[in-house]
């Protein structure tokens, strides 16, 4: 069966520090991968995605990016974070195609001071 | 690109009762519409989707419902728990690799 991992769970950051969170997929090949972002009490918006190692589609502008080293690994990164950036991180799959299920990671939640 | 609209934005209902939760979507091109619940600090998870060849789908006490033609969809939970209390969140993608557009949620309370 598959896996999905991201770590890690809560991160504290200073403001202007830089960002690396990871999400790794077990148990699948050639999966779609997606960072969301949920603030606070928020619904989810959808930051990347990606269906292959080194494509990256952007949805909104912002202080982040990301990148797939690996076919089952996807980083979300950040050179500055800025207060805006707090929220709780999810990393989702799907089988390649439209109509697959998507499933999400524990997420990693994040706090900017 | 899509946009998805969701009500209420809380509801509160007695045990027992059924509850609904009503989405609408912008995009016609979409075919896919999933609901999650979210607990407290945890993950998002699927309870039941729908595609759009298909105008109703149920499982046990849950059941969703599309409308192509109106754009819209809508979650049903006969029965209510105190269990079912969660933020219930609607959503919608088009074809292909796009991920998904959500709502802003529906906080769920079940009153004992």
């Known amino acids: 069966s598959q896996t999905i991992h991201q770590w890690p769970a809560t991160l504290v950051q200073p403001v202007g520090s830089p960002l690396s969170l990871e999400c790794t997929v077990e148990?699948?090949?050639?999966?779609?991968l997606y960072w969301y972002r949920q603030a606070a009490g928020r619904g989810l918006q959808l930051l990347f995605y990606?269906?292959?190692?080194?494509?990256i589609s952007s949805e909104v502008p912002q202080n982040l990016s990301a990148s797939r080293p690996q076919d089952r690994q996807f980083i979300l990164s950040s050179k500055k974070l800025l207060l805006s950036d707090s929220g709780f991180y999810l990393c989702?799959?799907?089988?390649?195609?439209?109509?697959?299920?998507?499933?999400f990671g524990p997420g990693t939640r994040l706090l900017v001071l | 690109g899509e946009n998805v609209e969701q009500h209420p934005s809380t509801l509160s209902v007695q045990e027992g009762d059924s509850a609904v939760i009503k989405c609408t979507y912008s995009d016609s091109a979409s075919n896919y519409f999933p609901w999650y619940k979210q607990e407290l600090g945890k993950r998002p998870q699927l309870i039941i989707d729908i595609r759009s060849n298909v105008g109703e789908k149920k499982d046990q006490r849950i059941a969703v419902t599309l409308n192509k033609t109106a754009k819209h969809f809508s979650l049903h939970i006969t029965e209510t728990q105190p269990e079912d209390s969660a933020v219930y969140f609607c959503?919608?993608?088009?074809?292909?690799?796009?991920?998904?557009?959500f709502g802003k949620g529906t906080h769920l309370i079940i009153q004992p």
């Open positions: 959503a919608a993608r088009g074809g292909g690799a796009d991920g998904l557009t």
């Open positions: 990606s269906v292959g190692i080194g494509q």
């Open positions: 148990g699948t090949s050639n999966p779609n």
């Open positions: 989702a799959w799907t089988l390649a195609g439209g109509w697959e299920t998507q499933y």
